[in-house]
C-alpha cells in the first residue's frame, strides 16, 4: 500500500521546509505489536528506570540549538522561545524522576490486626500518545516521560505540523537506547489525522491527546470498540479578572506576556480580559504599550518576542475573529493587522469594548489578541468567567489574597491562578472543566492514569 506524504511549510517565508513519508498501515501494525509483546522496560525496578530517563536531560542540552532552529524553521517559533522552552522541559523531567517513584509506590490503604488492604500501581502497558503543533518539545514530552517512567511502553505520533521537530526528539531517544532504553519502549510514527486515528483503533491500552475539542471528541469515538483508556487535555478560552485593587502595571504586563505568549498558540493564554470600570482605563493604556513593546519578526532574529502563526489555517482563523468583533462593534486600539506579505505575520493587537455575542470572547481564538472587557460587579464578572463551553484555566489579579482565593473556587477551570497567568507545575493537577478535557495530568491523579491499579487484600 502506497503511503502519505506530509509537505512542511516555513510559515515566515511560505516556502516548502522539507517533505516526509507518512508511516504506512504496516508500520503501526508491526510497532503496536512490538510494544505489546516486549515488556522488558515495565519489568525493570523505578530506580533503574529513573537513571535511564534522566539521560535525557543531558540529551537535550547537547542538542538544544538544533531542536530550537527546526522548531523556528518548521512552526515559526523564535529561537529564544525555543530554547526558554527546552529549558522548562528539563526541569521538568528532573521533577517527574523526583516525584514519580512516590507518586506510584505501593499505599497502604487500610490495616489493623486483622487485615491489611495495599493499592499496587502496575504499567498499563501501550500507550499512544499524540500531541500538539504549538510546543511540540515541551507538550509532547511533558505526556511522554510520566507514562514511560511508570513502565509503559510507548507509541508516539507528534503533529503533522511539526514532524521535522518530532524526529529531533525520536534522535534523543534512539541514543537513550544506547543507555539502557530498551528498543520498543519508545516507537514514533509520523502522519496526520488519518494515521491517528489508525493508532487509535489499534489493540493498544490507552491514548493520551493534547488537542482540540474535535480531536477529543474523535479519540473518544475511535476507542470505544476497544474500551481504551484516555486522557484528553483540550485547550481553552481562558480568562483573568482584574480587580480594582489589583497591581495594574504587573498584571497588565503578565496578561499581555500570557495572551502573547508562542504567538498567541498556547492552551493556557489569556484570551478575554474582564477589568473593574475603576481602573479599567489605566489597565487598557498599560497592555496597549505593553503590546506595542513587543517585537514581531523574523524568529531567528535573537530580539524577536512574537514570530508567524505556525500554520496558515491558525492565522486565518484569528483574523475570522478580528473581522467578526469588528462588525459587531469593537474596537481595535493596536495591532491585528499582516505585518508582511509574506509569512503568517500578524502584529499583537489589543481590543476593547467586546461582548459575549462575539466569536473572539466565545471560541478559542489562539492568536496573540487580548480583548478586554469592563465590570462593575465581582458577580457579574465570575457569571462572564464561567459563560464558556471552555474551563481549562483562569487568573484573578488584586492585592486581597483572601478575596482573590474566594473567588478563585467560585471560578470554573481546572487551575485558577492569583497574581499570575501561566504554566502548569510539575505535581499539581493539570486538565480542565467542561469541554476542555477529560482526566488529569501532571500530578499524583495524573500519573495514576497511566497505570492498572491492583488492589492487594491480606487477612492475617
Same mark, same amino acid.
Request: hydrophobic share 40%; charged share 25%.
Given at each position: 500500500?502506497?503511503?502519505?506524504?506530509?509537505?512542511?511549510?516555513?510559515?515566515?517565508?511560505?516556502?516548502?521546509? !522539507?517533505?516526509?513519508?507518512?508511516?504506512?498501515?504496516?508500520?503501526?501494525?508491526?510497532?503496536?505489536?512490538?510494544?505489546?509483546?516486549?515488556?522488558?522496560?515495565?519489568?525493570?525496578?523505578?530506580?533503574?528506570?529513573?537513571?535511564?530517563?534522566?539521560?535525557?536531560?543531558?540529551?537535550?542540552?547537547?542538542?538544544?540549538?538544533?531542536?530550537?532552529?527546526?522548531?523556528?524553521?518548521?512552526? =515559526?517559533?523564535?529561537?529564544?522561545?525555543?530554547?526558554?522552552?527546552?529549558?522548562?522541559?528539563?526541569?521538568?523531567?528532573?521533577? %517527574?524522576?523526583?516525584?514519580?517513584?512516590?507518586?506510584?509506590?505501593?499505599?497502604?490503604?487500610?490495616?489493623?490486626?486483622?487485615?491489611?488492604?495495599?493499592?499496587?500501581?502496575?504499567?498499563?502497558? $501501550?500507550?499512544?500518545?499524540?500531541?500538539?503543533?504549538?510546543?511540540?518539545?515541551?507538550?509532547?514530552?511533558?505526556?511522554?516521560?510520566?507514562?514511560?517512567?511508570?513502565?509503559?511502553?510507548?507509541?508516539?505520533?507528534?503533529?503533522? %505540523?511539526?514532524? +521535522?521537530? !518530532?524526529?529531533?526528539?525520536? @534522535?534523543?531517544?534512539?541514543?537513550?537506547?544506547?543507555?539502557?532504553?530498551?528498543?520498543?519502549?519508545?516507537?514514533?510514527?509520523? !502522519?496526520?489525522?488519518?494515521?491517528?486515528?489508525?493508532?487509535?483503533?489499534?489493540?493498544?491500552?490507552?491514548?493520551?491527546?493534547?488537542?482540540?475539542?474535535?480531536?477529543?471528541?474523535?479519540?473518544?469515538?475511535?476507542?470505544?470498540?476497544?474500551?481504551?483508556? +484516555?486522557?484528553?487535555?483540550?485547550?481553552?478560552?481562558?480568562?483573568?479578572?482584574?480587580?480594582?485593587?489589583?497591581?495594574?502595571?504587573?498584571?497588565?504586563?503578565?496578561?499581555?506576556?500570557?495572551?502573547?505568549?508562542?504567538?498567541?498558540?498556547?492552551?493556557? =493564554?489569556?484570551?478575554?480580559?474582564?477589568?473593574?470600570?475603576?481602573?479599567?482605563? @489605566?489597565?487598557?493604556?498599560?497592555?496597549?504599550?505593553?503590546?506595542? /513593546?513587543?517585537?514581531? =519578526?523574523?524568529?531567528?532574529?535573537?530580539?524577536?518576542?512574537?514570530?508567524?502563526?505556525?500554520?496558515?489555517? &491558525?492565522?486565518?482563523?484569528?483574523?475570522?475573529?478580528?473581522?467578526?468583533?469588528?462588525?459587531?462593534?469593537?474596537?481595535?486600539?493596536?495591532?491585528?493587522?499582516?505585518?508582511?506579505?509574506?509569512? %503568517?505575520?500578524?502584529?499583537?493587537?489589543?481590543?476593547?469594548?467586546?461582548?459575549? =455575542?462575539?466569536?473572539?470572547? &466565545?471560541?478559542?481564538?489562539?492568536?496573540?489578541? $487580548?480583548?478586554?472587557?469592563?465590570?462593575?460587579?465581582?458577580?457579574?464578572?465570575? /457569571?462572564?468567567?464561567?459563560?464558556? %463551553?471552555?474551563?481549562? $484555566?483562569?487568573?484573578?489579579?488584586?492585592?486581597?489574597?483572601? /478575596? !482573590?482565593?474566594?473567588?478563585?473556587?467560585?471560578?470554573?477551570?481546572?487551575?485558577?491562578?492569583?497574581?499570575?497567568?501561566?504554566?502548569?507545575?510539575?505535581?499539581?493537577?493539570?486538565?480542565?472543566?467542561?469541554?476542555?478535557?477529560?482526566?488529569?495530568?501532571?500530578?499524583?491523579?495524573?500519573? /495514576?492514569? +497511566?497505570?492498572?491499579?491492583?488492589?492487594?487484600?491480606?487477612?492475617?
Amino acid at each position: 500500500m502506497s503511503v502519505g506524504k506530509l509537505v512542511s511549510i516555513n510559515p515566515s517565508t511560505e516556502e516548502i521546509f !522539507g517533505e516526509i513519508e507518512e508511516s504506512s498501515d504496516f508500520e503501526i501494525i508491526e510497532k503496536v505489536d512490538r510494544a505489546k509483546k516486549f515488556r522488558e522496560w515495565g519489568s525493570r525496578n523505578f530506580a533503574e528506570r529513573v537513571d535511564v530517563v534522566r539521560e535525557l536531560i543531558d540529551l537535550l542540552e547537547n542538542r538544544k540549538e538544533s531542536i530550537a532552529r527546526t522548531m523556528a524553521f518548521e512552526i =515559526g517559533k523564535p529561537l529564544k522561545t525555543g530554547r526558554h522552552e527546552i529549558e522548562i522541559i528539563k526541569k521538568r523531567i528532573n521533577d %517527574y524522576c523526583n516525584m514519580i517513584p512516590e507518586f506510584i509506590a505501593d499505599e497502604v490503604l487500610f490495616e489493623d490486626e486483622n487485615e491489611k488492604n495495599i493499592a499496587v500501581f502496575e504499567p498499563l502497558g $501501550t500507550i499512544v500518545v499524540i500531541s500538539p503543533w504549538n510546543a511540540p518539545v515541551f507538550v509532547s514530552l511533558a505526556m511522554i516521560i510520566p507514562p514511560l517512567l511508570c513502565g509503559n511502553n510507548m507509541i508516539w505520533k507528534p503533529s503533522e %505540523y511539526a514532524s +521535522f521537530t !518530532g524526529l529531533k526528539i525520536s @534522535e534523543l531517544f534512539s541514543e537513550l537506547k544506547k543507555r539502557g532504553l530498551p528498543e520498543h519502549a519508545f516507537q514514533m510514527i509520523i !502522519g496526520g489525522k488519518g494515521i491517528g486515528r489508525k493508532l487509535v483503533e489499534s489493540d493498544i491500552n490507552m491514548v493520551a491527546l493534547t488537542g482540540s475539542i474535535r480531536a477529543g471528541k474523535e479519540v473518544v469515538k475511535f476507542s470505544a470498540d476497544k474500551l481504551h483508556k +484516555f486522557v484528553l487535555e483540550l485547550g481553552g478560552k481562558d480568562a483573568a479578572i482584574i480587580l480594582e485593587d489589583a497591581n495594574i502595571d504587573r498584571s497588565a504586563r503578565e496578561i499581555v506576556k500570557s495572551s502573547t505568549m508562542y504567538t498567541g498558540q498556547v492552551c493556557f =493564554g489569556v484570551e478575554r480580559v474582564y477589568c473593574h470600570a475603576d481602573v479599567f482605563a @489605566e489597565f487598557v493604556v498599560s497592555c496597549v504599550e505593553e503590546t506595542k /513593546r513587543l517585537k514581531i =519578526g523574523n524568529p531567528f532574529d535573537e530580539e524577536t518576542d512574537i514570530g508567524p502563526f505556525s500554520v496558515q489555517f &491558525q492565522m486565518e482563523h484569528v483574523q475570522e475573529h478580528l473581522r467578526d468583533a469588528l462588525e459587531k462593534g469593537a474596537t481595535l486600539l493596536c495591532g491585528g493587522e499582516r505585518t508582511s506579505n509574506n509569512g %503568517y505575520f500578524i502584529a499583537p493587537g489589543v481590543l476593547i469594548d467586546v461582548n459575549h =455575542g462575539m466569536k473572539i470572547m &466565545q471560541e478559542e481564538t489562539f492568536g496573540p489578541i $487580548t480583548p478586554i472587557m469592563r465590570f462593575s460587579d465581582i458577580n457579574e464578572a465570575i /457569571r462572564l468567567v464561567n459563560d464558556s %463551553y471552555y474551563g481549562l $484555566t483562569a487568573s484573578i489579579w488584586t492585592s486581597n489574597l483572601k /478575596r !482573590g482565593e474566594e473567588i478563585a473556587r467560585k471560578i470554573e477551570a481546572g487551575t485558577v491562578e492569583i497574581n499570575r497567568h501561566g504554566m502548569s507545575k510539575a505535581g499539581c493537577p493539570w486538565g480542565g472543566y467542561k469541554n476542555s478535557g477529560i482526566g488529569r495530568i501532571y500530578s499524583k491523579e495524573g500519573v /495514576r492514569e +497511566f497505570c492498572n491499579i491492583k488492589h492487594v487484600w491480606v487477612v492475617k
